[in-house]
């Protein structure tokens, strides 16, 4: 990425039918390295007409992929995720530059995007489709799974690499073609680094689609159409709109939202191992993931040692530069969203919160942050933060943990910390959020499980698996009579 001559092949272009080139209005979008930031290249900006090239290609492109042998498909997803793992070294550090994220967020999302494509290819040849039995002796009847057809996909920025490639990947292996619109602050190893690697694998012109761009370009992608179905990856305030757009268009749409997760420490576990746990969930890559603990409801005999073991752990965190080693966090990815988290801070400490550790930024780097004593009706607690900042209240019980946990619209993940693992089952059933975890992080994810959210974090677009058969085919049901029909005329 690095190299000139590489760079040459895609700054200032879009990816469309096969090769890069540029957009048609000419516009490009400087990408920053958002801890030194300085531009680290620029790419095309797509306009209405490249999208319309775009679809085309795509609708042209479809039916002959999905009409090719399952090993040629899978052969395809092994050969970009070997591309993928060949330049892990360099696609990693453009992540660090890109994402601001330290290196070992990085290294997880190559290798987390290679195992989307290992898996990818295993889906090519399940046996998706079923006999359904009949009435009538004579009728065979069977419910195929078919491709959707042409899939946009619309992206965020925190995980660009991993989150383009868990639908690109999956949509591919099931026969679609893909009009991919990376988030405009990672547009290159959320949308380069792709159309790259399955160049070099060897995917078919027209199949994969890279348009970078903003709302505009976001927008005329769901409404295209000759889009079959949008998978929408960001915020439940994007994905509202996104909804009611594919929703007149009766179109289908898969939405990974955000949450308002929360960890739990029961009144049995052992203080210091929660607080490891709740500072990796609340911290990790600057608190910007949606999967971030942004509530931590713990057991009242326990309070005062949490809090106190969290706040250690706050100050020993070096902020950073991420291409430093020595620095745990980098740079908030940009000042609007520095200023949010900052806004919503002061707003719960002016409505009686108290900081104990943290609270503030320099330029982008935000410090680790505990707060206490946060009303419940603060947007710092009803709503996603999307920073480093772990607000932390005592509760009585079980019971009333519970109540708080399932007291908001969003349902993506929550995690339970106890010494007693039946009891944290048994806990982790009444939470509601499509996934819970028990002594662990709430930030996990792998290519094979069903990730995914209920409520406002979420609508149908579970990944992994089985889930991704649902998202990206639809059902035919054709029935062959082997007998003599007799209708009354
Ligand atoms: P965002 O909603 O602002 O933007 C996401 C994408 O949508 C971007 O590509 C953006 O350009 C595009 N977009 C914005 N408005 C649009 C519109 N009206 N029509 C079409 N496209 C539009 O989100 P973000 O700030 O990039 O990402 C952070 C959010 O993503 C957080 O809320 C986080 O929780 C969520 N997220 C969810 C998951 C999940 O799997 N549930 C994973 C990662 C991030």
Redesign the pocket.
Known sequence: MQELEQRAAWDGKIFVDGGFRAPEGGETLTVLDKAAREPIGAVGVASTADLDAAVGAAKAAQPAWAAEPYDVRASILRAAAAALQARADEVASLIVRETGSIRGKADYEVGGAANELFEAAGLTSRAISHIIPSHDPGRYSIAERIPRGVVGA??????PLI?GMRVVAPALALGNAVVL?????TPISGGVVLAEIFAEAGLPAGLLQVLPG??DV??A??AHPGVSMIH????????R??AEVAGRELKHCSL????DNALVVLDDADVDHAAMIGAWSAWHYQGQ??ITAGRHIVARSLYDRYVAALAERAKAIAVGDPTDASNGLGPMINETQRDRAQGMLDAAVSAGATVVEGGTADGLFFRPTVVTDVPLDSELWAE?I?APVAPVIPVDSEEEAIALVNDTPYG?VNGVVTGDLARGQRVAEKLRSGMVHVNDSTCLDEAHVP???VGA??LGGR?GGDANIEEFTETRWISVQRGQVEYPY
């Open positions: 619309i992206t965020p920025w925190n995980f989150l619109k990376p988030s405009p602050e903003g709302v976001g927008e992608l769901v929408f990856t960001g915020s439940t305030r994007t994905g709109k996104i990974e939202l955000g949450g993931t949606c996603e999307f993506l990730f995914g959210g974090s979420g990944a």
